[in-house]
């Protein structure tokens, strides 16, 4: 008989913060913020624990212009998507961009927990100026 492994909780996320030496705040019994400042800026997080996902994110990465991001943002977005291991971005429905890794809860353990954060703090801060200044080439376009 096989046993599926446990599925992670909200106590555990908290030891796993301490553990990996972040501060964090429990904004209600399934979410975490925290904060991090990379080589280029500082961001906030989020870390959701559901009931079968834990999700990590940085949302809003960069707010959305008024008219939406342009085509050389877009791009860069989407080759983004396709060539970073283990995060996504993408642009929600306030027509923000995010940065998020999402892991499945059943057999989570401190190792993907680490991978994670390491993931999605490298990602957010390899892409800010980049998609910063695609931002500006748009909008020098429309000029």
């Known amino acids: 008989m096989t046993t599926e492994p446990p599925s992670t909780s909200p106590a555990e996320i908290a030891r796993f913060f301490r553990r990996y030496g972040w501060l964090f705040v429990e904004l209600d019994d399934d979410t975490f913020r925290s904060s991090f400042r990379g080589k280029n ?11 079968h996902w834990v999700v990590f994110t940085v949302n809003p990465f960069v707010k959305g212009p008024d008219a939406g991001f342009g085509p050389v943002a877009l791009k860069l977005l ?3 998507n396709s060539q970073i291991g283990l995060v996504k971005v993408g642009i929600d429905d306030d027509g923000d961009a995010f940065v998020n890794v999402e892991l499945p809860t059943e057999g989570f353990a401190y190792g993907q ?3 994670a954060l390491t993931a999605l703090s490298h990602a957010a801060d390899g892409l800010i100026v980049p998609v910063l200044q695609a931002m500006v080439i748009d909008e020098r376009n429309l000029a």
């Open 41 to 51: 800026a500082a961001f906030v997080s989020l870390v959701r624990v559901t009931q």
């Open 78 to 80: 989407a080759l983004a």
């Open 113 to 115: 927990f680490a991978a």
